[in-house]
């Protein structure tokens, strides 16, 4: 039998508490009436609904449907999730993980920024939530009640550390939890996003479905990013032969034997001598393996255009 009170913070004021891994396990969290409170949910769950909250640091593990922020103030967050919500809230700060197009009603002050964090359970935790590491829309903002010459939100600024907003947990039980918030050994890739891009020049990076392809996604955003090119944003989707054609144009035929094994994984690189780079890189380390990668800095953009264009029409964005 569940006890609702396992699954549920409520009335709390000037405390530090939390879960750790295997303790949600997947249900559904309440989080309501706190106040000045450190709270932090380091495991996977259904859905989570956080009510009536005033200036609390928040961190929310994957959550394999909604999170539902309202009537909440002056509040730090890191959330990964499916869907993301707020209604009637003012200053929040979120650093977000969210597969679909985050959704911001009667709500001021908000600021978003990439989801950064790690811990070794985490990895897991996402499979467990039916979460991608590659599908983060987290800059993509709908508001649903715009104000005539007024911005409601905006971006965190791209220095911003997780740990100035939402502080690492300072109890014996929470310590357990081997965090980093290093942005370089975020479980999820750190992008750009909505963000102005610094050149004119990207390149698109397509990898199949097999045993390594998470593992040679990071690899090559590791290479990349250490070389100065910044990551603006991935994406893990179901392609059909009919995609294929539209997104990888002559080539598509070498291509599309491949997409029956699985989703692609694709990432979009920015920075002068991009398309050289990847393209070096990818001969270098990843020799034995199929990759499309744009041929040329004059088809790259029609090449990101395309992948994206096809993959938000494909997620219903």
Same mark, same amino acid.
């Given at each position: 039998?569940?006890?609702?009170?396992?699954?549920?913070?409520?009335?709390?004021?000037?405390?530090?508490?939390?879960?750790?891994?295997?303790?949600?396990?997947?249900?559904?969290?309440?989080?309501?009436?706190?106040?000045?409170?450190?709270?932090?949910?380091? !495991?996977?769950?259904?859905?989570?609904?956080?009510?009536?909250?005033?200036?609390?640091?928040?961190?929310?593990?994957?959550?394999?449907?909604?999170?539902?922020?309202?009537?909440?103030?002056?509040?730090?967050?890191?959330?990964?999730?499916?869907?993301?919500?707020?209604?009637?809230?003012?200053?929040?700060?979120?650093?977000?993980?969210?597969?679909?197009? /985050? +959704?911001?009603?009667?709500?001021?002050?908000?600021?978003?920024?990439? =989801?950064?964090?790690?811990? /070794?359970?985490?990895?897991?935790?996402?499979?467990?939530?039916?979460?991608?590491?590659?599908?983060?829309?987290?800059? &993509?903002?709908?508001?649903?009640?715009?104000?005539?010459?007024? &911005?409601?939100?905006?971006?965190?600024?791209?220095?911003?550390?997780?740990?100035?907003?939402?502080?690492?947990?300072?109890?014996?039980?929470?310590?357990?939890?081997?965090?980093?918030?290093?942005?370089?050994?975020?479980?999820?890739?750190?992008?750009?996003?909505?963000?102005?891009? &610094?050149?004119?020049?990207?390149?698109?990076?397509?990898?199949?479905?097999? !045993?390594?392809?998470?593992? &040679?996604?990071?690899?090559? +955003?590791?290479?990349?990013?250490?070389?100065?090119?910044?990551?603006?944003?991935?994406?893990?989707?179901?392609?059909?032969?009919?995609?294929?054609?539209?997104? =990888?144009?002559?080539?598509?035929?070498?291509?599309?034997?491949?997409?029956?094994?699985?989703?692609?994984?694709?990432?979009?690189?920015?920075?002068?001598?991009?398309?050289?780079?990847?393209?070096?890189? +990818?001969?270098?380390? =990843?020799?034995?393996?199929?990759?499309?990668?744009?041929?040329?800095?004059?088809?790259?953009?029609?090449?990101?255009?395309?992948?994206?264009? =096809?993959?938000?029409?494909?997620?219903?964005?």
């Amino acid at each position: 039998q569940i006890d609702p009170k396992d699954y549920t913070f409520s009335g709390l004021k000037d405390e530090t508490v939390g879960r750790l891994p295997g303790k949600v396990a997947g249900q559904q969290f309440v989080i309501q009436d706190c106040e000045n409170c450190k709270i932090y949910i380091f !495991d996977h769950s259904a859905t989570i609904t956080v009510d009536d909250c005033v200036n609390c640091q928040i961190f929310l593990g994957p959550i394999k449907g909604s999170v539902f922020f309202r009537d909440c103030k002056d509040c730090k967050c890191v959330v990964a999730c499916q869907q993301f919500r707020t209604r009637d809230c003012r200053k929040l700060e979120v650093f977000l993980c969210c597969a679909t197009q /985050p +959704i911001i009603e009667s709500s001021t002050g908000m600021k978003f920024g990439c =989801f950064q964090y790690y811990y /070794p359970e985490l990895a897991l935790q996402f499979k467990d939530a039916g979460l991608s590491i590659f599908n983060n829309t987290w800059s &993509n903002i709908h508001d649903f009640t715009p104000v005539s010459g007024e &911005n409601n939100w905006g971006l965190l600024p791209e220095t911003a550390v997780v740990q100035d907003y939402v502080p690492l947990p300072s109890s014996e039980e929470l310590k357990a939890v081997r965090i980093s918030t290093d942005a370089t050994k975020s479980i999820i890739p750190v992008t750009r996003g909505q963000r102005q891009k &610094n050149s004119d020049e990207s390149c698109l990076a397509v990898f199949f479905a097999g !045993d390594y392809t998470t593992a &040679n996604a990071r690899k090559l +955003i590791d290479e990349m990013t250490s070389k100065g090119f910044q990551l603006v944003q991935t994406k893990e989707v179901v392609m059909k032969a009919e995609d294929a054609h539209r997104v =990888f144009q002559q080539s598509a035929s070498e291509f599309i034997p491949l997409l029956e094994k699985g989703p692609v994984v694709a990432l979009e690189f920015n920075g002068d001598g991009a398309v050289e780079q990847c393209q070096s890189t +990818i001969n270098e380390v =990843f020799s034995g393996t199929k990759v499309f990668v744009s041929e040329s800095k004059a088809s790259a953009s029609q090449d990101v255009d395309n992948f994206y264009n =096809f993959a938000d029409m494909q997620m219903g964005m």
